[in-house]
């Protein structure tokens, strides 16, 4: 890809991210994404959107889609995130974002997109029969981030190759038409200890919305019982909890777990290990259960609240995409000002 130059980009701080409604939103999803909006919400301007037209790369369900865009901004909303605040919206309410993206395709490389690692991972050795939106997703991503011109993108590990793609974009734009900082390089805001957090079946795999297996995840929406029993029934090894972390490295379940309770209670691992260093799981995972509930009781029990009331939720979308609009609707049309397109009338 391409030499990156020193951004001269001299535009408002601002913070884009979104997530797919293509199933329900689980643990994995709340400390690696949503912790991480609400807290940057009262530091930066926000954007948060549902990505419905990224969960399209994949067939879904016409008659699932809407009910699980409203979903996605039931937790958004219901973890902590101020729509008085944020802006939350539907990706596709704002087809700028599409039209973005079609320039954004006439500036990324064929090669740029074949070293995607995602799209080699999503299609398997089935890539014949894979859509071609799916290949061109990382470019509809740039488009998502840029025609905001986000700032910062809070990203996990597998999201790192994408947002690199982004600032090639936006650099070889700039570059092409000679518009020295008018896209910024955005910038990574990398996900802190304890966000990553590895399926209940697997500790060497992501804890994931599209696992066949619903006992791989805690979901938003569980109550206390199915959270415990998940939990109780987490895969671990015979040994109990070790005392030091270079031996928990060695050992991928009772990491994750221990991870869990760190994240969730705000201690580090190895404080963690202090207090249960030695024990069966039979002691730690009873009260990583009961932490597990306390912290996501409340939140679940709003989400239910608010997808009972789905115009209340509609009201919140329909708002934040009035406000978005407003914000892209001046930067696309710059942006086709630049690339030479025939003015609108």
């Known amino acids: 890809m391409t030499e990156q130059p020193a951004s001269?980009?001299?535009?408002?701080?601002?913070?884009?991210?979104?997530?797919?409604?293509?199933?329900?939103?689980?643990?994995?999803?709340?400390?690696?994404?949503?912790?991480?909006?609400?807290?940057?919400?009262?530091?930066?301007?926000?954007?948060?959107?549902?990505?419905?037209?990224?969960?399209?790369?994949?067939?879904?369900?016409?008659?699932?889609?809407?009910?699980?865009?409203?979903?996605?901004?039931?937790?958004?909303?219901?973890?902590g995130v101020d729509p008085s605040v944020a802006t939350i919206f539907p990706q596709s309410a704002v087809?700028?974002?599409?039209?973005?993206?079609?320039?954004?395709?006439?500036?990324?490389?064929?090669?740029?997109?074949?070293?995607?690692?995602?799209?080699?991972?999503?299609?398997?050795?089935?890539?014949?029969?894979?859509?071609?939106?799916?290949?061109?997703?990382?470019?509809?991503?740039?488009?998502?981030i840029l025609l905001y011109k986000a700032t910062h993108v809070p990203v996990g590990e597998d999201q790192k190759q994408h947002l690199e793609l982004t600032r090639d974009i936006a650099a070889k734009f700039n570059h092409d038409f000679d518009a020295p900082g008018f896209f910024p390089l955005t910038e990574p805001l990398i996900e802190?200890?304890?966000?990553?957090?590895?399926?209940?079946?697997?500790?060497?795999?992501?804890?994931?919305?599209?696992?066949?297996?619903?006992?791989?995840?805690?979901?938003?929406?569980?109550?206390?019982?199915?959270?415990?029993?998940?939990?109780?029934?987490?895969?671990?090894?015979?040994?109990?909890?070790p005392e030091t972390l270079d031996e928990l490295k060695t050992r991928p379940e009772a990491d994750n777990l221990v991870g869990i309770y760190s994240a969730m209670s705000g201690q580090t691992k190895a404080s963690v290990l202090e207090q249960f260093a030695g024990q069966g799981y039979g002691v730690f995972k009873p009260a990583l259960a009961d932490l597990v509930v306390e912290r996501l009781a409340p939140v679940s029990s709003e989400m239910r609240r608010l997808m009972a009331d789905p115009a209340e939720i509609d009201r919140v979308l329909a708002a934040g995409a009035e406000h978005a609009r407003s914000l892209a609707a001046p930067i696309l049309a710059a942006t086709k000002e630049i690339v030479g397109f025939w003015p609108a009338a």
Not at 33 to 38: D, G
Not at 218 to 233: E, F, G, M, P, V
Request: overall charge positive.
């Open 192 to 241: 802190g200890p304890g966000a990553r957090v590895m399926s209940l079946r697997d500790g060497t795999a992501k804890m994931s919305k599209s696992d066949p297996s619903d006992q791989s995840r805690i979901n938003l929406t569980d109550d206390a019982d199915a959270i415990s029993k998940k939990i109780r029934r987490a895969k671990t090894d015979p040994l109990p909890l």
């Open 95 to 144: 087809p700028e974002h599409a039209e973005l993206a079609w320039i954004f395709n006439c500036v990324a490389r064929v090669g740029w997109l074949d070293r995607m690692t995602q799209f080699k991972d999503k299609c398997g050795k089935d890539k014949e029969g894979a859509s071609v939106g799916l290949y061109t997703y990382p470019v509809l991503q740039a488009a998502d």
């Open 8 to 79: 001269p980009y001299t535009g408002p701080t601002r913070v884009f991210s979104g997530v797919q409604p293509s199933g329900a939103l689980h643990l994995g999803n709340y400390l690696g994404a949503l912790v991480k909006f609400v807290a940057l919400q009262r530091q930066m301007e926000c954007l948060y959107c549902v990505v419905d037209m990224h969960a399209i790369t994949a067939w879904q369900d016409p008659r699932l889609l809407r009910a699980q865009t409203r979903e996605i901004a039931a937790a958004y909303i219901a973890a």
